[in-house]
């Protein structure tokens, strides 16, 4: 089965990078497999030449007297069809709770944006894994529709560290979700990259992957793709 492969950026590449990424993956007969989610202001970079793109969070609010946030309407507006919603960078930094999560997601679904809702334990909490991602689950969706939704699942402790999760835990992780949010797409994310993803993407009970560090490289993501898609 095809994956779903999202490259989350975070805040990398400048202006000339991101033109030159585009030009390398337009190379690949696969490119428009992925979903991209650069910076705000690349978005239409991305979009205007029919790539699909998403963002990396958007503001609880509709409109108005919030500056420096920007809304789901304004990413829509440019060609978005995604968004990451309750990254651990943001619940982290951001100090995100999971009632701003949810208010996000309620605006992105009024504009009918694809959600990517990520969750995931802290290694403190490896232990309690269940009882964390139920009730971030539970708090962030509560009655919302849940059809626009897509869990992605990234364990704190295997973001940017290297250290991926053992592949029977992220079977069983993937179905605990599935049990929770019924029929939910599951995406796994924490140190994917062009040499595990052969091996995770055997993964069935894995509908996709969240890709940080490797892809901002368009060769190395590019590789990534073509595995995820062609198996
Ligand atoms: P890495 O792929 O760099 O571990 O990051 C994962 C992630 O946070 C994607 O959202």
Redesign the pocket.
């Given at each position: 089965m095809e994956k779903i492969i999202v490259g989350?950026f975070?805040m990398n590449l400048e202006k000339e990078e991101i033109s030159n990424y585009i030009k390398q993956i337009q190379k690949n007969r696969y490119y428009k497999k992925a979903v991209y989610c650069p910076s705000f202001l690349y978005i239409p970079y991305f979009s205007e030449k029919d790539i699909p793109v998403g963002a990396q969070t958007i503001s609880s609010y509709n409109e108005g007297a919030h500056t420096g946030e920007i809304s789901a309407k304004q990413i829509k507006s440019v060609g978005a069809s995604h968004v990451?919603i309750g990254?651990?960078?943001r619940r982290n930094y951001g100090k995100e709770t999971n009632e701003e999560i949810y208010l996000k997601i309620k605006e992105a679904l009024k504009e009918n944006l694809k959600v990517i809702l990520?969750i995931g334990e802290k290694e403190e909490e490896i232990e309690k894994r269940k009882e964390v991602i139920k009730v971030q689950i539970e708090e962030s969706l509560k009655d919302l529709p849940k059809e626009n939704i897509i869990i992605?699942y990234?364990p704190i402790w295997?973001?940017?560290?290297g250290k991926v999760m053992n592949q029977e835990e992220i079977k069983k992780v993937s179905l605990t979700i599935k049990n929770i949010v019924k029929e939910s797409k599951v995406l796994y994310?924490?140190?994917?990259n062009e040499k595990n993803i052969k091996s995770l993407a055997k993964i069935e009970e894995i509908d996709g992957f969240?890709?940080?560090?490797?892809?901002i490289n368009p060769e190395v993501f590019l590789k990534i793709i073509e595995v995820a898609v062609t198996m």
């Open positions: 989350n975070k990451i990254h651990s960078e990520c992605a990234e295997a973001i940017g560290t994310g924490g140190s994917v969240l890709i940080g560090g490797a892809s």
